[in-house]
Structures are given as C-alpha cells and as structure tokens.
C-alpha cells in the first residue's frame, strides 16, 4: 500500500498516551501474522533486544512483553515479584503512584506510601527515614514522570536509598522511557514499566517490563495471577524463541517493530527528548504570553505533559473549551489533580513545535471567556 493510501488523523492528540502516530506506524499493521511462526517471534526478540539497550548499557538485564495497557504491566510486576511476605512501599504523588499502592491492597499484599503531594517531588530523605522505621519493607516503588501533574520525580537518588537499604526498586517509567534518556543500571531500577503507546510512539495493547535477570529469575512461582505472571511470560519467550503464552496483539507489534525504527531514524532517545523539549518549551511560553500558568516550576516539570491552572473567569468551561480546540484540529486532557483545577497539553508523539504554535494559534482563538 502506498503511504499516502494511509489516512491522515482528523486531529492530533495532545495526550499523554494513545498519543498521535505517523502513518507509517499505522500503516505497518496492514498485514495479519501467525502467533507461532518464527517470521513473527523473530520480531518479538528483536524487540526485546532492542528495549534493553535503550534502557541500558549493561548487559545484566533482560524484558518481557505483556499484553494490556500500561496498568497491566504494573499490576503483572506488583504481582509477581513480592514474595509472600513482602511488604511494598510506594513514594506517591499523585494519580499513577496512588495506582500502584492500589494494585497492592487488591492484591492483599501488605503497602505503606509516602505522599509528597500532588505538588513537590517524591522526596529521598522520607523515604530513608521510612525504611529505617520499618525493616518489613521488601520492595519500594516509584513513578519517574509522575502523569498526573507531568511531575518528574528524582529516581536517582531515590534508587540509591533503596539499594542502601537492600530493597527490590521497581519504577513506572511508563511517560517517560524513550523520551527522556535515562539508564536503568544508573538508576538502581529492578524492573522498570513502560508501554508500547507512549514516548515510544507505538499503538496501544501491550506493555513491557525490563529487569534485572537474576532478581527475575529468583520470582519463579510467586505470581498472584496467570494471565499476569511475569516470571512464566518470560520464561515462555526466552525458551520458545519470542512466543507469547496466550494470544498476542500482533498488528499492535508489528507496529511498534516500525515505531522503534522510526526512534532511531530520528537519532534516539537524545534526540527525541530535545524535540519534546522544544515542543514543551514552546508551549509554556506561549501559553505565558496568552496569560496561563503552569501548575508546576520549571525545576521538576518533564517535557512530557504539562499542567496549567484552569482560568479563574466564571465562564471558563473545559469542555468548551476543549471542544473549540477540537474544532480546530487539536485534542488536550482533562486535569486529574485534586485540589487545584487544571487542564493538560502533552508535547509527546509525532508532535513538533509547529503544531504547538498552530495550537497556540487555535488557543486564541478559542479563550472564549
Ligand atoms: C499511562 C500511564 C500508566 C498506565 O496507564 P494505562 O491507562 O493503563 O495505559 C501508568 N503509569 C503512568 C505514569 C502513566 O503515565
């Protein structure tokens, strides 16, 4: 099929996930392939490999895919790899680490949290106090770019007063990894979470969840769930040559085999993050300029997604608002911060800094109040 038989969107998704694709990407998933044939497991390795090397350098890790959305991943993680008297820690501050405390409550595995807040980063020295208070903690989690607030949270020194105290860390870099360089041995990370439609540009139904081998392989029979077991969803993909065990999203694979492509076509993950970079600069400033505020400062914002304090005017209305972008070719978020009212624009997908001043131009346009 000719790439130009491949329709354009109708409006470009400044979302954090399913974000806007190229046609290219969407084009890729234009064939069917069967589940057990090496032509399609030759891809899932190769995929594999790749997801690696972006995550690190070191050769001690290895992934697995899961089929799902990102939440499955997390809940496949937090279900597998605490032993039966673990205990989980998570540092939250907001929506997405909330989340994974959750999992762990459903799961009736025992979780205490730090909350920062909505508004500060998730803090080290807290949690350096919380593990010297409490030896039963096992494992302690955290999100890297906190999706709520578009907050980027300081895993650095987060992983290094986990690995003082021995903890199994496990992070959901789910918004950020391919967008923002990171390296997961640096990190002190375990296992890191991510999916196949965010910064890396893919289409949504699968996650992936990169670890490290031997803190994988030591989870053998631990899984909460079967749908869900990491541990046997590895095993069954390294041993068989890439398959999955139960029914995969093929064309969703397919797609993201092109996707990842594609990231190296543009120069890697340096580069991808300084056009988000770009993108999410020009859109504070402008949306200075037309008078908005961001709800975060610059010092711990990711060029991820970005949160703005809703208009104060009485006839401010999001969904009027969000429905004159629409109109005009743009499609933002809804706020998910509790205590302040907020809107969200992403910078992430096949977005550049164009698009942000034409939606700029549309934001103008559509300040009704
Ligand atoms: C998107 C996202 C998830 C997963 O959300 P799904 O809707 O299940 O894909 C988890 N954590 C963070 C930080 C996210 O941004």
Redesign the pocket.
């Known amino acids: 099929m000719d790439i130009k038989d491949i329709p354009e969107n109708p409006y470009i998704l400044l979302t954090?996930?399913p974000l806007s694709t190229t046609r290219t990407v969407r084009g890729a998933m234009l064939r069917d392939w069967c589940t057990w044939d090496a032509d399609y497991n030759g891809i899932i390795q190769d995929i594999r490999r790749r997801l690696v090397a972006l995550a690190t350098a070191s050769p001690r890790y290895t992934s697995v895919l899961m089929q799902?959305?990102?939440?499955?991943c997390?809940e496949s993680v937090i279900g597998s790899v605490l032993p039966e008297k673990g205990k989980l820690l998570v540092l939250v501050n907001g929506v997405?680490g909330a989340?994974i405390a959750q999992i762990a409550e459903r799961l009736k595995i025992p979780v205490s949290i730090i909350d920062s807040g909505e508004t500060r980063p998730c803090d080290p020295q807290s949690l350096e106090e919380a593990l010297r208070a409490d030896a039963s903690v096992t494992h302690v989690a955290v999100?890297?770019?906190?999706?709520t607030t578009g907050m980027f949270n300081p895993v650095l020194p987060i992983g290094r007063v986990a690995k003082q105290f021995g903890k199994t860390f496990i992070v959901?870099a789910?918004?950020s990894f391919g967008g923002i360089p990171l390296d997961m041995a640096e990190m002190r990370a375990d296992f890191l979470?991510s999916?196949a439609?965010?910064c890396l540009q893919g289409v949504?139904g699968f996650?992936f969840v990169i670890a490290e081998r031997t803190q994988l392989e030591k989870t053998a029979g631990w899984a909460r769930s079967l749908s869900l077991d990491l541990f046997d969803q590895w095993q069954t993909m390294e041993l068989h040559g890439g398959k999955w065990r139960f029914t995969s999203p093929t064309h969703v694979v397919r797609a993201f085999a092109q996707a990842l492509d594609e990231l190296d076509a543009e120069g890697g993950i340096e580069k991808r993050y300084n056009r988000y970079r770009n993108n999410h600069k020009t859109l504070v400033d402008g949306m200075q300029e037309l008078g908005f505020e961001s709800l975060l400062p610059e010092s711990c914002r990711s060029p991820i997604i970005t949160a703005f304090r809703s208009p104060q005017h009485p006839a401010y209305d999001f969904k009027k608002f969000y429905a004159a972008l629409k109109s005009r070719g743009f499609v933002i978020y809804p706020g998910k911060v509790t205590t302040v009212d907020t809107f969200r624009i992403g910078n992430i997908g096949d977005v550049f800094a164009g698009d942000i001043l034409r939606l700029l131009e549309a934001v103008k346009e559509s300040m009704f109040w």
């Open positions: 954090p996930g799902g959305s990102g939440t499955f997390v997405y989340r999100v890297h770019c906190e999706t959901d789910m918004s979470i999916s439609n965010k949504p996650g």
